[in-house]
């Protein structure tokens, strides 16, 4: 995004929407992580120094000071001694417990970030043999197939594509928020889970939707999540980004040892 684009956008966003509300800090933040989860702010990209950006967008330079410095708060953008501010190109490295099942949304939560989902795919339809298997669905059941780009902050992390029996979820069939939450608030919230993890590379799509090279490591994470009575809600492939996350779990020494 060349620097006149990015002005009017931020202009457009942050002081013309009418629906924004709070401090102009706030309101300008907010633009600049819309454009970077949507793909227009790539990684490593330069913004324009404080005093360019205030003058530009008629703002004080105060704001706009503050605004960056709450981004480099959450680690969307970076500060280079020197060069100015840029999109943050590092991601903070997370421990991830294998033995807690939870939603992206609220292990992002518990960390203080914030989640958000963009929508890749969003189909309902029969499901396939395998699915159909998996699930213990006949044909004529229908299935969700929710495909989502996951990102912390404006960062993206994880592709998580998700199908689950829309018998479970009612009239709320997926979207942007918790797909947990949604599973939960029609009385079908997952208990327990089965997790695969194998270490892969991965394709020159999914690099770029994740802002890495092609070829970069990942964790592919197959999980079969089920209701207290035993019924499969929910079968998820999610490739992680390798950069980002260690996934822990803890072990103890059995009685016979």
Do not use: C
Request: net charge positive; no cysteine.
């Amino acid at each position: 995004m060349d620097r006149t684009s990015l002005i009017a956008e931020l202009d457009a966003r942050s002081l013309r929407d009418e629906t924004m509300t709070g401090p102009l800090y706030k309101r300008l933040a907010l633009a600049l992580t819309g454009l970077i989860q949507e793909g227009l702010l790539k990684p490593g990209a330069a913004l324009p120094g404080e005093r360019d950006l205030a003058e530009a967008l008629k703002l004080g330079r105060v704001t706009v000071r503050t605004a960056y410095r709450h981004l480099m708060s959450s680690g969307a953008l970076e500060s280079r001694h020197g060069s100015g501010t840029f999109v943050s190109s590092k991601v903070e490295r997370m421990e991830q417990p294998l033995w807690r099942l939870s939603s992206f949304s609220a292990d992002m939560r518990s960390r203080g970030r914030l989640p958000a989902a963009r929508i890749l795919s969003r189909t309902i339809n029969s499901p396939s043999p395998e699915e159909s298997f998996l699930l213990g669905l006949g044909q004529d059941e229908a299935v969700l197939r929710l495909d989502r780009l996951r990102l912390a902050d404006g960062l993206p992390l994880a592709i998580e594509r998700a199908v689950v029996p829309v018998k479970f979820l009612g009239g709320n069939a997926g979207g942007e928020g918790s797909l947990y939450d949604a599973l939960a608030a029609n009385g079908h919230k997952p208990v327990r889970a089965l997790q695969r993890l194998t270490a892969v590379t991965l394709d020159p799509s999914s690099a770029s939707m994740l802002n890495v090279k092609t070829g970069a490591p990942a964790l592919l994470i197959e999980r079969i999540s089920r209701l207290e009575d035993q019924r499969v809600v929910e079968y998820t492939r999610s490739h992680y980004r390798g950069d980002a996350y260690d996934f822990v779990a803890e072990l103890k020494i059995g009685d016979d040892q």
